[in-house]
């Protein structure tokens, strides 16, 4: 009999959040950890063999193995570049607020 441990795989779109949890074996690692999770069946448009993965909100390889209570993160692609966001808005002579609204600096 092989010791099991209990993690959770998170995945979030703007519409839509899942957080599944699962019993996996001591070792899995976090992709194998990814592709047993059944994410899949909620979300169809995973590319789980090339999705960035974390813990805890910190990037880790697709070898990482987890611990007991592991928290597994799936990170979409981001649709626009942050820096290049800025630029575009310093150009303009926009600064941003709190909450991610510019403001106009008349």
């Known amino acids: 009999m092989s010791a099991k441990t209990t993690i ?5 779109t703007p519409d839509k959040q899942v957080i599944l949890e699962c019993e996996i074996e001591f070792g899995t690692t976090i992709r ?8 899949k069946q909620h979300f169809p448009e995973i590319d789980l063999e090339d ?3 974390g813990i ?12 007991d209570g592991d928290r597994i ?3 979409r692609p981001l649709i ?17 607020k709190k909450g991610g609204g510019a403001i106009n600096q008349d």
Not at 80 to 86: H, N, T, W
Request: aromatic fraction near 8%.
């Open 8 to 12: 959770e795989v998170a995945y979030a």
């Open 32 to 39: 194998d950890a990814v592709r047993q999770s059944g994410i």
């Open 51 to 53: 999705c960035k993965l």
């Open 56 to 67: 805890f909100s910190k990037p880790v390889a697709a070898d990482y193995q987890l611990s």
């Open 73 to 75: 993160e799936i990170y």
């Open 80 to 96: 626009a570049d942050p820096k290049e966001v800025r630029r575009q808005r310093a150009a303009q002579g926009l600064k941003m």
